[in-house]
């Protein structure tokens, strides 16, 4: 399971866990601004009992390139139009591409024949390695990349449960399941004490569909228009 | 350029810089039990006058599974029928996707075009992340993966220019290309003085390149039938 820490990850997390799968949990310290997210991942993976908990650190910030990482404002306040316009500069590179292959490496190991990843191609923000098609290219090239692959030993399946739903279905599947979102972190720009902004597009996209599943959003937000929406 | 350090990726880089390119190199220090190929790397981007070095830091020893991270013995003085016989336990799960992820990502913040990757199937371990069909499904998936891609605006090629040679024609082609390569490090077991042992599979490719191509292979060996061979 790659996990963020977010609703997302969370929710594929419960997923997996009702389908009686042994959980692993991998999360990466890579750069990012804001370390809530790991802290975040950490309380989900103790909340659901996972087997183990990793967290790969390394620094992309050597690189640089997006506003995650790097000293760059993050979008505030992006009208929905603004939001369907391209990929934002909260895109860091080939992430996803990075977080899989450390999956797939920790998975040959341990003989886990399922990745779980928590990508969203509808209610999401335009990031290109959250497509069907680039997990299905992924997938190809996982299938010749590993030695237990190659040998027949092992098929390792990525899945991607949410990959079709909207926020609202994946927020109403989490409640479903019994998880708890107070535990969870999307905010791209969180204050000092977590909290959220309420403004970014991480934070608009888990309103919107808080909102829409008629459900409370049990996180704290910094400002009156963040909690209000 | 991924940049390990060995005979491999040194020539890569040699044929790289002979047809113009400027050089970005990238080197890993994942977990490997020997560092000796992180100055090796150091040493031969310095001699290339690179643009820029990186050294990226993570630690697969999380993960284990390989002879080059963990405590397992490394084989020595395996004949040619052992070394073609499946793949070794010096296989480090996913290494070539990991190391090409990060080169991806760095590729598309510099807005580079062209990796290249030292990369050999023929006389090399039998690694199923060095065989043309592994690169080639790397390659459409990092088709798909980045924002610049996906928008248009670059398109990344992954150069292997090593892949159909012998270790025979790469140090030939390096020689000719004037590599020194007592830069250079291939040892899987290294001394703690950085001699090699002579007698890993990585050691013995690398003789046997040497002797048919009937040059001097001028690093230390730290036993006489190393360097008798």
């Not at 990793?54 to 992006?78: H, M």
């Not at 934002?88 to 999956?103: D, K």
């Not at 390695?129 to 237990?148: G, N, S």
């Not at 970014?200 to 910094?222: H, T």
Request: hydrophobic share 45%.
């Amino acid at each position: 399971m790659l996990l963020s820490g977010g609703i997302d990850s969370t929710t594929t997390l419960a997923l997996a866990a009702r389908q009686g799968f042994e959980l692993y949990a991998l999360t990466f310290r890579y750069g990012q601004r804001h370390e809530a997210e790991v802290a975040a991942a950490a309380r989900v993976a103790q909340a659901f009992r996972v087997a183990r908990h990793e967290i790969v650190a390394f620094n992309l910030r050597l690189f640089g390139g997006s506003a995650l990482t790097d000293d760059l404002a993050v979008p505030k306040d992006q009208t929905p139009a603004e939001l369907a316009r391209g990929i934002p500069v909260t895109y860091v590179p080939a992430r996803n591409t990075i977080f899989l292959a450390f999956a797939l490496a920790w998975a040959e190991v341990l003989g886990a024949e399922d990745i779980f990843l928590g990508v969203n191609a509808l209610d999401y923000s335009g990031y290109p390695d959250c497509r069907p098609e680039y997990i299905a290219a992924f997938q190809a090239m996982a299938d010749l990349a590993t030695k237990a692959g190659v040998e027949g030993r092992q098929h390792i399946r990525i899945h991607t449960p949410l990959i079709a739903l909207t926020k609202r279905e994946i927020i109403e599947t989490g409640l479903s399941l019994g998880v708890d979102y107070s535990q969870t972190v999307s905010c791209y720009d969180p204050a000092a004490d977590d909290t959220a902004c309420g403004r970014c597009d991480a934070c608009l996209l888990r309103l919107k569909g808080f909102a829409e599943a008629r459900a409370r959003d049990p996180i704290r937000y910094r400002d009156a228009a963040g909690v209000s929406r």
